[in-house]
């Protein structure tokens, strides 16, 4: 912050001075250059043109008074960025440096395919190539990212998961890319994923198709 406030303090004193200096013809006509380029860092290039042409209104703009509000604006309503850092490169260049979003699963909503991202926002796409578990259900996208957060702190694998579904009641069953079912309780998740995961990795149980532990103090399984 202090280093922020220094650099304006700096450039004040420099139109200052370079108003100060020039004569009475060149002062009328003293402009501060608008910004001319605005690089964008992290995007490919079909990304970066769009993007480009959302904030072209920028170049009729001074960078010194630009107003941060404005992009962050544009950029919040971006659902593939993550996150985002904005720099000001005197004397007329705008960088933005753009982390995108990491993709965690499909859904599909009214017919249209949404990617679901770590951003907690879903992402329009007709992509069905990639690897990655397929949502059912009437679910918000807090309760997908409750129900990732729950299996990635327990000892079971996301990437063993082909489907999940999610029931009106609040809970949720996985479908492994070995075709098991794995019907969860609404509470006490990870610690039933734990018991899931020591059923899957024991040689007892080799041709298990289905793993129910919705019911306290009992599993009922099927093979």
Known sequence: MPRQINKKIFLYLLIFISLTTLSNKNLINFQLPNINEIDIIGFDQRENNELSENLEFLKSENLFFLNKEKIKKILDSNNIIENYHIFKKFPSTLVLTINKTNYLAITKKDEQLYFIGSNNKFIKTNNENLKLPLIFGNFEIKEFIQIKSFIDKSKFE??????????????????????????????????????VNSLLKSDKFKSLTLIDVRQKNQIVINE
């Open 158 to 195: 996301y990437d063993a998961v082909k489907f999940l579904y999610f029931f009106p009641s609040g809970r949720w069953d996985i479908h492994t890319n070995t075709g098991i079912i794995i019907k969860l309780p609404k509470n006490r998740i990870k610690e039933k994923l734990n018991l």
